[in-house]
C-alpha cells in the first residue's frame, strides 16, 4: 500500500513547470483564483471552483480495487470531455479562423448609410473564418474544392457577416436544390467514402444532371480550387446585395476581397503530394504567417450598378451561377481588411463562430437572388443545431462588440442577467428599457408583383455562355489544366453514361475542350449534346478570370527551401538565404538529419527540416547545396531524389552547385531556365518569383 501511495505522489513530481500562460484565460471566468502556497501556478480546481490534491488517480476502494462511483472529480472530468464534441459544420467544417481589422478608405455615402462603409479610416474588427467545404473537420486542407471566405465585421451598428466563397459563382440557382449538391460531393452514405473529393460517381451524376452548374464547373476544375496558401486567395459576395442611403435609395452591390500577395496555385500533383506531407498546410502556413508578423492584407472592393444597368446585361444577376465581369462593372476600392491575431483558442473561437448572411446593418439589404434568400433561413437554423441554443449570440466571437438590448430572454445556456421587471415593449413601467428608433434597419421599399409559384425565371436559362468565357479566358497552360482535372475526375467516375454525359455538356461550352476530355477518357465516338435551354452567347474574353495572370512577381509570402548536407559550403548557403529573405520569402534548411549537417568549414548548420519529412512539394523554389561526396551518397536515397525530381516536375525554380547538379543529373531531372548556376542568385530568385509554365509540356502529358 505504501508502495503505492509513493508512486503517485512521484508522478505529480513529475509535472514539469507550465509556462502556458492560457491557464489564466480558462480559469478567469470562475472568478478569483486559488493560489497554491508559495507557487506562481493557479491552483487546479473543480468547475465548481474546489481545489484538487491529487489529478493522476481516481478515487478507488483499495489500491488495487474498484473505482468509486462517489467521485465526483472524476466523473466531473470525463462527462466534461465526453462533450467535448459539437456537431460539425455540415459543410465548411474544416476551417482557419483569425482575428484582424477592416479599415475603409473610401466612403460609397452617396450610396449607403451604414458606417462601416461611410467613415473613412475606421478600424473595424474582423472574425476571418476560410474553410473547404465537403470535407469533415478533420480531413485535409488541399483538396480539389472552393474555400469559403467569412468575414464577422463588428461594426458600431451591429454584426455584419459577409459569407462568401474564393469563386465569384455557385453550383445551383435555387436554394432547394442545396441537399442535394451536398448529399452528391459528400463521401458515398453506403461506404462512407471518399472523403472530401469531388472525384466520384454521385458528384458528376448530379452535376450532368444539373446544367446550370457548368459554369461553376469551369472554375472547380481548374487552379482556383488548389490554393497555395489562403493568404493568396480572392473572396466574392457572390450574390448581388442592396446598399440604401440616407434617402431611401437603393443601388445593387457585388463585394470582392483581393489578396495582397497576389493570387497563386499549386500544380495538380504537387497538391496531391501536399496533402500527404503536410495534412495542416495551409493552417500551418496562416500560423505561421501571422506568427511571424507577416499579416495577410486584402483590398476590398465593390461592384456598384443600378436596376437600369441590370437590364442591359446579357444574363440575370439574380442568377448565382453568374458573374459580372470586370469589364461590364469596374471595381472600386474602398478599404482593406488586414488579419493580424491568431485566436487563443480554436474551439472557443474558429468551431464556435456562427455565420450568418442574414446578419446585416442598416444600409445594407439583399436581393432577390434566390439562393441568397433560401441561405438568409438556413445559417440561423443550423447555429441552433450546431451551438444547441438561441443565445449563440452571447459567445464572446458572435457577440456585438456595440451595446445591444431587448425583451429575448431565458434559453439554454443564458449568460446575462437582465434586472427588473419588464421584458416586453411597448411599456408603462420602465424607463430605461429598450425602445424601437426610428432610424434602425429599414428594408429597401420594393415593389414586387407577379403571379406566385414554384417558378424558375426566363432569365436564368442560359447555362453555358459564361462557362465558355470562362474557359476562352483563361492562358493556354490553365486550359490544359482544367481539361486534364476534367479527364481526372471522370476517369475516376465507374458509369459510363455519365462521363458521357458530362462531355456531352461540354460540348456546348466549347468543342476543343469536349474533344480534350473526350480523347482523354479513351472515347472513340463524341457523345451527344443534351439540348441547351438557351442558344450560347459569344462573349468577350475577361483576362481577370484567369489565376496565372493575377500571380505577382515577387518572393512576398513564399517559401524556399535549400537542401544541404555533411560538405555542403557555407558561405553559398548564406548568399542564398540572404537574397531569397531580402526579397521577403521564408527559407528553410533541410538536411537528412534534423540535427543538422556539418558544413566544409567544419562548423555545423541546424536544419529545419529532415529530408524524408520535408520534400520540396512544401515549398515555391529549391536550391541544392552539396558535395560530391554528399550528392553522390544522396543519389540513392530515394527522398533526395524525389525532392529534386517533383522540384523540377512542379514547375519550380532550382538553384544549384556543382554536387547539386550532380544530384539532378542522377536524378534525370532536366535543364532549362528555371533551372541556375549557384553563383547566378539573380537569376534564381527572378526565377522563383514564378513557375516555369513553358516545362510542363516536358514534364507530363497534359490533355
Ligand atoms: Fe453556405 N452554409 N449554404 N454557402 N456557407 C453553411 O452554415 C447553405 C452557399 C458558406 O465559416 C452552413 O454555419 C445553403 C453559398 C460559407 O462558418 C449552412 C446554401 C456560399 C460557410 C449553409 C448555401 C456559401 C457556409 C453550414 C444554398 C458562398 C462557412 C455551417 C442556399 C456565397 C461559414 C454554417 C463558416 C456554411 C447553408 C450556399 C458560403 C448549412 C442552404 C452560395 C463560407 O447553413
Redesign the pocket.
Known amino acids: 500500500m505504501s508502495k503505492e501511495k509513493a508512486t503517485s505522489t512521484s508522478n505529480k513530481n513529475k509535472q514539469g513547470k507550465n509556462t502556458d500562460s492560457n491557464t489564466d484565460a480558462s480559469v478567469a471566468a470562475g472568478g478569483e483564483l486559488h493560489q497554491l502556497a508559495g507557487g506562481a501556478h493557479p491552483a487546479l480546481t473543480t468547475n465548481q471552483g474546489v481545489v484538487l490534491s491529487d489529478n493522476q488517480n481516481s478515487l478507488r476502494a483499495n489500491a488495487r480495487g474498484p473505482t468509486l462511483l462517489e467521485d465526483f472529480i472524476l466523473r466531473e472530468k470525463i462527462t466534461h470531455f465526453d462533450h467535448e464534441r459539437i456537431p460539425e459544420?455540415?459543410?465548411?467544417a474544416r476551417?482557419t479562423g483569425v482575428h484582424g481589422y477592416f479599415e475603409l478608405t473610401a466612403s460609397l455615402k452617396k450610396y449607403t448609410s451604414a458606417k462601416i462603409l461611410t467613415e473613412v479610416g475606421e478600424k473595424t474588427p474582423v472574425f476571418t473564418?476560410i474553410?473547404t467545404v465537403a470535407g469533415g473537420a478533420g480531413s485535409v486542407d488541399t483538396p480539389r474544392d472552393v474555400r469559403?471566405?467569412?468575414v464577422k465585421f463588428y461594426t458600431k451598428e451591429g454584426n455584419w457577416d459577409l459569407?462568401?466563397?474564393n469563386v465569384p459563382v455557385?453550383f445551383i440557382q435555387d436554394?432547394i436544390k442545396?441537399p442535394d449538391l451536398i448529399h452528391a460531393v459528400k463521401m458515398e452514405p453506403d461506404r462512407g467514402f471518399p472523403q472530401s473529393a469531388t472525384a466520384h460517381d454521385t458528384f458528376w451524376d448530379f452535376i450532368s444532371l444539373t446544367p446550370e452548374s457548368m459554369h461553376m464547373v469551369m472554375w472547380i476544375m481548374s487552379d482556383r480550387t488548389l490554393p497555395r496558401s489562403l493568404r493568396m486567395i480572392e473572396g466574392f459576395?457572390?450574390?448581388s446585395f442592396r446598399l440604401i442611403n440616407e434617402a431611401g435609395e437603393t443601388t445593387f452591390v457585388k463585394f470582392h476581397w483581393r489578396p495582397k500577395l497576389g493570387l497563386q496555385s499549386t500544380i495538380w500533383d504537387e497538391t496531391v503530394k501536399i496533402s500527404g506531407a503536410d495534412q495542416d498546410f495551409h493552417r500551418r502556413d496562416m500560423f505561421d504567417a501571422i506568427a511571424a508578423g507577416n499579416f495577410p492584407e486584402w483590398e476590398f472592393s465593390v461592384q456598384l450598378f443600378t436596376q437600369r444597368d441590370a437590364d442591359r446585361f446579357p444574363f440575370d444577376h439574380l442568377d448565382?451561377t453568374k458573374l459580372i465581369s470586370e469589364e461590364l462593372v469596374p471595381l472600386q476600392v474602398i478599404g482593406r481588411m488586414v488579419l493580424d491575431r491568431w485566436p487563443n483558442n480554436f474551439f472557443a473561437e474558429t468551431e464556435q463562430?456562427?455565420?450568418c448572411p442574414s446578419h446585416v446593418v442598416p444600409g445594407i439589404d439583399f436581393s432577390n437572388d434566390p439562393?441568397l434568400q433560401?441561405?438568409l433561413f438556413?445559417?440561423l437554423d443550423?447555429?441552433l443545431s450546431?451551438l444547441g441554443s438561441a443565445n449563440f449570440h452571447q459567445i464572446p466571437v458572435n457577440a456585438p462588440k456595440c451595446p445591444f438590448a431587448n425583451h429575448q430572454r431565458d434559453g439554454h445556456m443564458q449568460m446575462a442577467q437582465p434586472a427588473g421587471r419588464v421584458a416586453y415593449e411597448p411599456n408603462s413601467l420602465s424607463e430605461n428599457s429598450p425602445r424601437e428608433t426610428p432610424k434602425g434597419f429599414h428594408s429597401a421599399a420594393v415593389t414586387e408583383t407577379g403571379e406566385k409559384g414554384r417558378i424558375r425565371a426566363e432569365s436564368f436559362a442560359d447555362h453555358y455562355s459564361q462557362a465558355r468565357q470562362f474557359y476562352l479566358s483563361q492562358t493556354t497552360y490553365e486550359q490544359a489544366h482544367i481539361a486534364s482535372a476534367l479527364v481526372f475526375e471522370l476517369s475516376k467516375v465507374e458509369h459510363l453514361h455519365i462521363r458521357e454525359a458530362m462531355v456531352g455538356h461540354l460540348r456546348h461550352i466549347e468543342k476543343d475542350l469536349a474533344q480534350r476530355v473526350a480523347a482523354g477518357l479513351g472515347f472513340d465516338k463524341m457523345p451527344d449534346a443534351p439540348v441547351a435551354a438557351a442558344p450560347v452567347q459569344k462573349m468577350a474574353p475577361s483576362p481577370a478570370l484567369q489565376t496565372i495572370g493575377k500571380m505577382k512577381d515577387t518572393l512576398m509570402g513564399r517559401a524556399i527551401g535549400i537542401l544541404i548536407a555533411d560538405g555542403s559550403d557555407g558561405a553559398v548557403i548564406k548568399k542564398i538565404k540572404k537574397a531569397a529573405t531580402d526579397a521577403g520569402a521564408s527559407v528553410k534548411i533541410i538536411a537528412p538529419k534534423v540535427g543538422g549537417a556539418k558544413l566544409a568549414d567544419g562548423t555545423m548548420l541546424a536544419a529545419d527540416g529532415q529530408l524524408a519529412g520535408t520534400p520540396s512539394v512544401l515549398f515555391d523554389a529549391v536550391a541544392i547545396i552539396l558535395s560530391d561526396e554528399s550528392a553522390k551518397a544522396l543519389s540513392v536515397e530515394s527522398a533526395a531524389i524525389d525532392f529534386v525530381r517533383d522540384a523540377f516536375a512542379h514547375l519550380k525554380a532550382i538553384a544549384a552547385d556543382q554536387g547539386g547538379q550532380a544530384l539532378l543529373k542522377r536524378a534525370h531531372v532536366g535543364q532549362d531556365a528555371g533551372v541556375v548556376d549557384t553563383s547566378d542568385i539573380d537569376a534564381f530568385i527572378t526565377a522563383a518569383k514564378t513557375r516555369q509554365w513553358d516545362r510542363e509540356k516536358s514534364v507530363r502529358a497534359l490533355a
Open positions: 459544420r455540415i459543410v465548411h476551417a473564418r474553410s469559403g471566405f467569412a459569407v462568401g466563397n455557385f436554394a442545396f459576395g457572390v450574390h448565382a463562430v456562427a455565420y439562393l433560401g441561405r438556413s445559417y443550423t447555429q450546431r
